[in-house]
């Protein structure tokens, strides 16, 4: 079991299919503990990130791009001029799977990079 938010954040992706691949709500809950002001929607992990203006936004979108192209596992964004939601669920598995927490841990690494 992942310990920390770096730890979650080195892992990669991997292609999952199928509900066998979902996680149990007592991992979701571990998982989602790893990562600051993540919440529990409707069966989707959620961030609100809030920028000074639209260039910090569609900087944050632009590395948010990367990493899912990078990990072949693409969040649902909403963009306004100065902040994102990201909406993380693995369709193919019909609910959360490890990858969408790798993916919020690799975003919440980039950021504490940038500062």
């Given amino acids: 079991m992942t310990k920390s938010l770096a730890e979650l954040a080195a892992q990669a992706c991997q292609p999952l299919r ?5 996680l149990p709500e ?3 809950v571990k998982h989602l503990n790893l990562l600051p002001n993540w919440t529990l929607e409707r069966g989707q ?11 910090e936004t569609m900087a944050f979108v632009n590395a948010v ?6 990990q ?3 969040p ?3 963009v306004s001029y100065n902040r994102c939601e990201v909406r993380y669920n693995t369709h193919d598995v019909g609910g959360l799977s ?3 927490f790798v993916c919020a841990a690799k975003i ?3 950021l504490l990079a940038g500062r």
């Fill in 18 to 22: 199928g509900v066998v691949h979902q």
């Fill in 76 to 78: 649902d964004l909403q």
């Fill in 65 to 70: 791009a990367y990493v899912a192209h990078q």
């Fill in 45 to 55: 992990i959620v961030k609100r990130f809030e920028f000074r203006n639209y260039y």
């Fill in 98 to 100: 490890i990858n969408d």
């Fill in 26 to 28: 007592a991992e979701v």
């Fill in 108 to 110: 919440e690494c980039l």
């Fill in 72 to 74: 072949d596992h693409h």
